[in-house]
């Protein structure tokens, strides 16, 4: 078996687990955490067909792995009922015809499997456990997500324009969620620097939305990266740009939060990506004029900017600060490492 037929029986083995899923037991975000902790969705797949005779490992624990004892997880070695076991074969047989169907289609399905998935989603609790992909893949991209509202005023768009012209200047990609207003203003600046530009769409890959965004998804497509964890024909609904506003948050290394107000869907990318570790900039009309920008500027790793070279000093210091840590947090690792050696 080619590597390309083992990785396309492991996408179809994750989408037949996705297709089956226990909504009480699990979510998209744990089975992609199992899959990836065990390195492979076939191995998952047989523990939910047939438990007790394909147990799963933790590598919290290296030495299960040392001394070759498995750990199950939970009560997950309970014989599962035939029809159970019916299920998920079934699921599995129809699932490598529906990824069969997406490579015959041109779409390139990018699970937590494939060595092309981007390293920062790894990072966050709540990584997809698959990408489309239209365009270039950049698997450590040093990105920085600009988003705001979506009907806004001259100002902020200048301002994210302003803003994106100096990511490009610096190096960074453009993140954003290809919806209209401020979104729109970033991709479009980074596109005319001449820069790299990402758009996370709340939709499947095959769509477009908003529709008069169509031609600029297109570009993207050519020019930068367009990138969809939904199912190909899936439409946008309340559920999908906040799970959409996640990834991006996820995806880059800060969030510059231009416009929003107060019960904007923004505020949730500006928490997510808080609680993922990523720095995050607020204007300063936001953090001035939002309960919830207030609340939030407060927090450690968050910053106000009134101007765009505030913007570029910030980036500098929280990110400047990450390495750092990062750094410290290396040494201190390899510190330990040499001290268990010498024992």
Sequence with gaps: MSDDEGLMRENAALVALLNTIDR?????SSVAETVERNGSALKVLMHEIDPRNNPLYDDEDPDDFENGEPTLFDDRDIPVSRARAAELESAFDAALDEVDSWERRGLDFV??????YPNRLRQVVDMPPFLFAEGRMVQDELGVSVVGSRKADAESLKFAQDTASMLVSCGFAV??????GIDTAAHVRALEEGGRTVAFIGTGITKRYPRENGTLQDRIRR?????????PDQG??????????????????????VQASEHSGTRIQARQAQQHGRPVILRDTVADGTE????????????VASTVDDVKARLHDLLGMGRALEE???MLLSAGASRSNDQ
């Excluded at 009480?24 to 998209?28: E, L, Q």
């Excluded at 699970?111 to 092309?116: F, G, I, P, T, Y």
């Excluded at 946008?236 to 939060?257: D, I």
């Excluded at 919830?292 to 910053?303: D, E, I, M, Q, T």
């Design 24 to 28: 009480k037991r699990d979510s998209w």
């Design 111 to 116: 699970s937590v499997l494939d060595d092309r």
């Design 175 to 180: 993140i954003a969620g290809l919806a209209s």
């Design 223 to 231: 020019d930068g990266l367009v990138l969809s964890q939904f199912w």
């Design 236 to 257: 946008p609904t309340k559920y999908t740009f906040p799970m959409r506003n996640a990834s991006m948050s996820g995806y880059g290394v800060a969030t510059v939060v």
């Design 292 to 303: 919830w920008g207030r609340k939030l500027a407060s927090r450690p790793g968050v910053c």
């Design 328 to 330: 410290s947090v290396d």
